[in-house]
């Protein structure tokens, strides 16, 4: 199969963390031609997307002494090529947030992939349709209490009967801009006024959860199945577990309850075209629900001497064959 993967500059990643560059070894070790582009260079022409394109080798990563370790030259690109994506027999959505006008503008391009040729991961509806943040209000059994407001008056209320909460930016990434607000601060006028932007934009803020100090879960579900979890645990005084603010993973197994929220999830994400997902839970509560380019797997293949990007691969190509059956 020809696989094309929509990313940040290759350059730019972390081959011994980054989900994309897990899933495009799987596939080159899978036997698929791996292609790359950016959301910059696509386009729509006589009623079809294209991109430009370049081929891309790479070296896969090694497990040394617990850390994978990546060779310094660890991709090789090839020549560009402008072409159809409908030549592709998938279209990997990868670009890392935050979820700016030109990436939506980039979901719309991709509408103009033909769907009963291409599998598209995730598919621009539905990537339109969930926030991170906010596509979790819909399952309100599995979520703490949440709010979510511009208006100062209503966070302030809420902060004061909840005495401690969490305060997220909606289109905030990586731990980026989460704040813990109590009561008591002396500052908490002024920092849902910054956060806010003096009551220009709609932020989320979630009952503190005391169990975030034992850590924030991370599941992995393709086709709304789970295939793999990783505990991620704050560090010293920071109560954020996010591996990007330096959280330390630990390995982790899926509860009956979580079990559970995947099960509440599952319809709803296939409904969207929501393939490739991560969600985060806390003390049995999820959180958030992340679809533009989930991460997690180099930690939990690591931890748990797996490979989720082979299984990935072999749920693709069942895709692809059932989708060709039903185009005949």
């Given amino acids: 199969m020809k696989l094309a993967f929509i990313i940040d500059p290759i350059s730019a990643l972390d081959p011994g963390h980054d989900t994309s560059v897990a899933l495009m070894e799987a ?35 090694q497990l040394v002494d617990g850390l994978w370790v990546a060779a310094n030259d660890w991709f090789d690109l090839g020549e560009a090529q402008f072409q159809p994506l409908v030549n592709m027999d998938a279209v990997w959505m990868r670009k890392d947030p935050p979820v700016t006008v030109a990436y939506l503008y980039a979901t719309y391009l991709l509408d ?35 709010i979510v407001s511009q ?27 989460i704040l813990l607000l109590q009561a008591a601060d002396r500052n908490l006028n002024s920092l849902i006024e910054i956060s806010t932007r003096r009551g220009q934009e709609p932020v989320m ?14 599941i992995i579900l393709l086709d709304g199945e789970p295939i793999g979890a990783v505990n991620r645990v704050p560090r010293g005084q920071e109560f954020r577990g996010n591996m990007a603010t330096g959280g330390r993973v630990v390995q982790a197994q899926i509860t009956d309850r979580e079990q559970g929220i995947c099960n509440q999830l599952s319809p709803v994400l296939k409904r969207d075209g929501l393939m490739f997902v991560g969600i985060d839970i806390i003390g049995g509560y999820l959180t958030e629900v992340n679809v533009t380019s989930p991460t997690g797997i180099r930690e939990i293949d690591r931890l748990d001497s797996t490979s989720l990007g082979e299984k990935v691969m072999h749920w693709l190509v069942t895709a692809k064959q059932d989708l060709l059956h039903l185009a005949t």
């Avoid at 291409?118 to 979520?143: D, S, V």
């Avoid at 209503?154 to 009967?161: A, G, M, R, S, Y």
């Fill in 27 to 61: 596939a080159q070790a899978a036997g698929h031609e791996v292609w790359v582009t950016q959301f910059e260079q696509l386009s729509v022409m006589e009623g079809q997307a294209w991109a430009t394109l370049r081929p891309v080798t790479l070296k896969p990563v």
């Fill in 112 to 146: 103009y992939v033909d769907p009963q040729s291409t599998i598209l991961i995730n598919h621009p509806r539905g990537l339109r349709a969930a926030n991170e943040k906010m596509y979790a209000l819909q399952f309100q059994e599995a979520i703490p209490e949440t």
């Fill in 151 to 177: 208006d100062k008056s209503v966070i302030l209320k809420f902060v004061q009967e909840k005495e401690i909460a969490v305060l997220k930016p909606l289109g905030g990434k990586a731990g980026e801009g």
């Fill in 205 to 218: 803020v979630q009952m503190y959860l005391p169990e975030a100090q034992q850590g924030d879960k991370r």
